[in-house]
T-cell receptor, first 111, second 113 residues
Framework: GAGVSQSPRYKVAKRGQDVALRCDPI?????LFWYQQALGQGPEFLTY????????KSGLPSDRFFAERPEGSVSTLKIQRTQQEDSAVYLC?????????FGSGTRLTVV | AQTVTQSQPEMSVQEAETVTLSCTYD???????LFWYKQPPSRQMILVIR??????QNATENRFSVNFQKAAKSFSLKISDSQLGDTAMYFC??????????FGKGTKLSVIP
């Protein structure tokens, strides 16, 4: 597609619920990134894929967070047993080299 | 590890005036990129301007220009002829190596009619 598409745009989850956030990158972009943006803060790196390989997951805050990109295209960020501190905007970006394109993010609110 | 500092949480500017947003960074890398991103309420991060560290010439994109001082590790953004549509959060970001970006905490810019 023309841009990076993320869904859902908003998600409200009850504490303890599992959620799955989807990212559809620009066709042909090799690299895909997930960032977490807390309210009033800059985005913070979560994880990085090159095609289907997850090359860096050092930013994932706990083992409740899991990301996959099985066919090197669409990616899913899964959060198990959500906690209030997981409330944030989750941004996805795809790139070839340093030409990043971001999606509009998913705002997750855990209640 | 890299750090990016934006010391101005909020700024305002009159329409048609010029404003400068500050950014400093810390790194031991010799090859890197610096970016300014704009984030309007729609939440999408939009690239404003990019600077390669090995280039001495400051990058310019229409009304947007940077003052890149490598020795001082400073990377400020100047917006000329400010427009109402420039109202947004502005983030300075650093990138090197594996392509992940390190962002500052942002500056909220308001353009006043």
């Amino acid at each position: 597609g023309a841009g990076v598409s993320q869904s859902p745009r908003y998600k409200v989850a009850k504490r303890g619920q599992d959620v799955a956030l989807r990212c559809d990158p620009i066709s042909g972009h090799v690299s895909l990134f997930w960032y977490q943006q807390a309210l009033g803060q800059g985005p913070e790196f979560l994880t990085y894929f090159q095609n289907e390989a997850q090359l860096d997951k050092s930013g994932l805050p706990s083992d409740r967070f899991f990301a996959e990109r099985p066919e090197g295209s669409v990616s899913t960020l899964k959060i198990q047993r959500t906690q209030q501190e997981d409330s944030a905007v989750y941004l996805c970006a795809s790139s070839n080299g340093w030409g990043y394109t971001f999606g509009s993010g998913t705002r997750l609110t855990v209640v | 590890a890299q750090t990016v500092t934006q010391s101005q949480p909020e700024m305002s500017v009159q329409e048609a005036e010029t404003v400068t947003l500050s950014c400093t960074y810390d790194t031991s890398e010799s090859n890197y990129y610096l970016f300014w991103y704009k984030q309007p309420p729609s939440r999408q991060m939009i690239l404003v301007i990019r600077q390669e560290a090995y280039k001495q010439q400051n990058a310019t994109e229409n009304r947007f220009s940077v003052n890149f001082q490598k020795a001082a590790k400073s990377f400020s953004l100047k917006i000329s002829d400010s427009q109402l549509g420039d109202t947004a959060m502005y983030f300075c970001a650093f990138g090197a190596g594996s392509y992940q970006l390190t962002f500052g905490k942002g500056t909220k810019l308001s353009v006043i009619p």
